[in-house]
């Protein structure tokens, strides 16, 4: 989904007019950039919020994380974590992140979130869960009444119910092999 989509998501959620391409990227002079600057402004963090959520699998990526930095904080091997991750989900063997760098006894495997989300397999459903909290954000800026925030809040709720059950329900998005699975949850 194209940000303006998601964008026109919100407020669709929030009853007010979609925007155009050429009124969120080029504003014409004098005109009221009100709905799209609140828009922009709330939209990191409503894409954070919903990626918190969870450890989703479909926003897992495996980790390119260039050469062996040699032993460190105990452990055998130790590489710089990628730029823009914004969390380490799984490496290989025992392991611990120090900083922006992981210290393991596994191999270089690891599976991680992005800052950026995939350009692909991420379900409708997360981005409507990402448009419905940025509609929650932007309805104190945007519209009048609690009532419109709380009504916007359960629809977040719900989609969010459904797509935990969908993610955790899905075989064939798992990353890991059974042993890799064993040992994630055990370093949880």
Request: hydrophobic share 35%; net charge negative; proline share 3%.
């Given at each position: 989904m ?7 998501y ?8 979609p ?28 894409l954070?919020?919903a ?13 390119d ?9 105990g ?6 974590l ?16 120090v ?41 104190t ?22 797509l ?9 998005r798992?990353?890991?092999n ?7 949850f055990?370093?949880?």
């Open positions: 194209e940000k303006l989509e998601l964008f026109n919100a407020l669709d959620l929030l009853n007010i007019e925007l155009t391409e050429e009124q969120l990227e080029n504003p014409a002079e004098g005109q009221d950039t009100t709905v799209p600057d609140t828009l922009n402004r709330f939209y990191g963090t409503a954070r919020k990626s918190r959520e969870r450890d989703w699998t479909f926003l897992r990526v495996k980790l994380l260039g050469e062996d930095l040699g032993p460190m904080a452990y055998r091997h130790s590489y710089s990628p730029k823009g991750l914004f969390r380490l989900c799984w490496a290989d063997g025992e392991y611990s992140q900083g922006n760098k992981l210290a393991t006894n596994g191999s270089d495997e690891a599976y991680g979130i992005m800052d950026e989300l995939p350009d692909e397999g991420v379900p409708e459903d997360f981005y409507e869960l990402v448009g419905s909290y940025l509609a929650f954000l932007a309805s800026r945007l519209s009048s009444g609690d009532q419109k925030a709380a009504t916007i809040l359960t629809i977040y709720t719900q989609l969010l119910q459904n935990m059950f969908t993610d955790a329900s899905s075989s064939k798992s990353f890991i059974r042993e890799g699975r064993d040992a994630y055990r370093n949880l």
